[in-house]
């Protein structure tokens, strides 16, 4: 290898060819649990703990009675996981994205409701009242949501736009004299609506400027005059969690509670749902997780023509799919995680993160029910639970389809810059 270097080296010189100089202090990656540092390895293994006990035994009658968690959601309030990647002058734990990612993972492995509770409170709330918010603001609006002392939501999709974000119908109205904002409009498929005590709502100030007409705003939801929720949604999956329209008729917020500058909120939400693919993807790794762990459990107990069915190459070629498709999607999620934590772009990768890893969880759960067989087909196995919740991933937070336009998109942009 030595060798092989000298003459390399030589054949630059020969070129003359400077080699720049190794960069000794670029961020590091990890690709093993093994790999990671001490504190990201214990919070592996606290919400591995705090799944196993606490989450997984209750996940089934939450998921059948749809019951909000509210017990567990405070638990893991007072773990700090509810504010884990926020700054701990503001109530956080002051970790950082990969933590929440691993987090996010063990936690949905256990119950992807209490999953998806914490990515919209912690991902689609806190997140941008940290990046964007005042000094102010984040004493009232982040602080004691951080903590784990109250619930937020996010407030971006309307019943008509869909995966338009720049398409908001809801408006908001300055009133000069008053020194506020009257918002109108109704807003759709909202996680933690009726938990959440305030939520980050996006209107158009301005529609002459389309997109660039949009803000963000902190609307408390408590108590407030012309502000309602919509029924609980019925839905396929995640039904622990609340999904519910937020209505809004007059509703008046001080100019105070304006979020970032006025026609901040597209690029508000944008940045914002970058940094909540990582977290969808955590989720979706944890119910992949959960997945294989169902399948391989129950191949190494049910025998059939004498034998385990583990020994089956059918069996033993469906958990080698499902593994691959897992460990290669957390790999991705860890690098978007890692690219985040070092302030440098990660738009692309986490796409790439949301998509492989709701792509993985819809194809383990759905390998993890044939495994099982007819048994997999009843409530009385978790993989059938697992093969609902999977699917919602692959929808919310942008589609898989808006996955690949990101994606695509960012890698011609590459190119282009690369040929001009």
């Given at each position: 290898?030595?060798?092989?270097a000298?003459?390399a080296?030589?054949?630059?010189?020969?070129?003359?060819?400077?080699?720049?100089?190794?960069?000794?202090s670029?961020?590091?990656?990890y690709t093993?649990?093994?790999?990671?540092?001490?504190?990201?390895?214990?919070?592996?293994?606290?919400?591995?703990?705090?799944?196993?006990?606490?989450?997984?035994?209750?996940?089934?009658?939450?998921?059948?009675?749809?019951?909000?968690?509210?017990?567990?959601?405070?638990?893991?309030?007072?773990l700090?996981?509810?504010?884990?990647?926020?700054?701990?002058?503001?109530?956080?734990?002051?970790?950082?994205?990969?933590?929440?990612?691993?987090?996010?993972?063990?936690?949905?492995?256990?119950?992807?409701?209490?999953?998806?509770?914490?990515?919209?409170?912690?991902?689609?709330?806190?997140?941008?009242?940290q990046?964007?918010?005042?000094?102010?603001?984040?004493?009232?609006?982040?602080?004691?949501?951080?903590?784990?002392?109250?619930?937020?939501?996010?407030?971006?999709?309307?019943?008509?736009?869909?995966?338009?974000?720049?398409?908001?119908?809801?408006?908001?109205?300055y009133?000069?004299?008053?020194?506020?904002?009257?918002?109108?409009?109704?807003?759709?498929?909202?996680?933690?609506?009726h938990?959440?005590?305030?939520?980050?709502i996006?209107?158009?100030?301005?529609?002459?400027?389309?997109?660039?007409?949009?803000?963000?705003?902190?609307?408390?939801?408590?108590?407030?005059?012309?502000?309602?929720?919509?029924?609980k949604?019925?839905?396929?999956?995640?039904?622990?969690?609340?999904?519910?329209?937020?209505?809004?008729?007059?509703?008046?917020?001080?100019?105070?509670?304006?979020?970032?500058?006025?026609?901040?909120?597209?690029?508000?939400?944008?940045?914002?749902?970058?940094?909540?693919?990582?977290?969808?993807?955590?989720?979706?790794?944890?119910?992949?997780?959960?997945?294989?762990?169902?399948?391989?459990?129950?191949?190494?107990?049910?025998?059939?023509?004498?034998?385990?069915?583990?020994?089956?190459?059918?069996?033993?070629?469906?958990?080698?799919?499902?593994?691959?498709?897992?460990?290669?999607?957390?790999?991705?999620?860890?690098?978007?995680?890692?690219?985040?934590?070092?302030?440098?772009?990660?738009?692309?990768?986490?796409?790439?993160?949301?998509?492989?890893?709701?792509?993985?969880?819809?194809?383990?759960?759905?390998?993890a029910?044939?495994?099982?067989?007819?048994?997999?087909?009843?409530?009385?196995?978790?993989?059938?639970?697992?093969?609902?919740?999977?699917?919602?991933t692959?929808?919310?937070?942008?589609?898989?389809?808006?996955?690949?336009?990101?994606?695509?998109?960012?890698?011609l942009?590459?190119?282009?810059?690369?040929?001009?």
């Amino acid at each position: 290898a030595a060798a092989a270097a000298a003459a390399a080296a030589a054949a630059v010189a020969v070129a003359g060819i400077t080699l720049p100089t190794p960069n000794r202090s670029r961020t590091r990656t990890y690709t093993t649990y093994d790999d990671l540092p001490e504190e990201h390895r214990m919070i592996r293994d606290m919400c591995r703990k705090f799944a196993d006990e606490e989450l997984s035994p209750n996940a089934h009658d939450w998921d059948k009675n749809h019951i909000y968690p509210k017990d567990a959601i405070a638990a893991m309030g007072e773990l700090g996981l509810m504010g884990i990647a926020v700054d701990d002058e503001h109530g956080g734990a002051g970790m950082d994205y990969l933590a929440y990612a691993i987090a996010m993972e063990e936690i949905s492995r256990g119950c992807a409701s209490a999953g998806v509770i914490m990515s919209a409170h912690l991902s689609l709330y806190c997140g941008p009242v940290q990046a964007f918010g005042s000094d102010a603001q984040k004493e009232e609006f982040l602080e004691p949501y951080a903590s784990g002392q109250k619930l937020g939501c996010f407030g971006l999709s309307e019943p008509g736009n869909g995966s338009d974000a720049g398409a908001a119908s809801t408006i908001a109205v300055y009133d000069e004299g008053n020194d506020t904002y009257v918002l109108n409009g109704t807003k759709a498929w909202i996680t933690n609506a009726h938990e959440a005590e305030c939520s980050v709502i996006f209107a158009t100030t301005d529609k002459d400027l389309k997109h660039k007409g949009i803000s963000a705003f902190l609307v408390p939801m408590k108590d407030m005059q012309g502000f309602s929720l919509g029924a609980k949604e019925d839905k396929l999956g995640i039904r622990a969690s609340s999904t519910s329209n937020l209505i809004m008729e007059d509703v008046i917020i001080p100019k105070s509670n304006l979020l970032g500058e006025t026609g901040q909120g597209f690029k508000i939400a944008m940045k914002t749902l970058d940094a909540g693919r990582i977290g969808v993807a955590g989720q979706a790794l944890g119910i992949a997780s959960a997945s294989i762990d169902c399948a391989v459990k129950y191949s190494l107990e049910r025998e059939a023509f004498g034998k385990s069915i583990s020994n089956l190459q059918s069996i033993q070629n469906k958990i080698s799919q499902m593994s691959v498709a897992r460990d290669s999607a957390r790999l991705l999620t860890w690098r978007a995680a890692i690219l985040k934590d070092s302030g440098r772009s990660f738009t692309k990768e986490a796409a790439m993160a949301k998509l492989a890893a709701s792509e993985a969880a819809t194809m383990c759960a759905h390998q993890a029910i044939q495994v099982l067989g007819g048994m997999g087909y009843v409530s009385d196995m978790p993989a059938e639970r697992h093969y609902r919740d999977a699917r919602i991933t692959e929808i919310y937070e942008g589609t898989s389809e808006i996955q690949h336009l990101v994606i695509a998109g960012n890698v011609l942009k590459e190119y282009k810059d690369l040929l001009e």
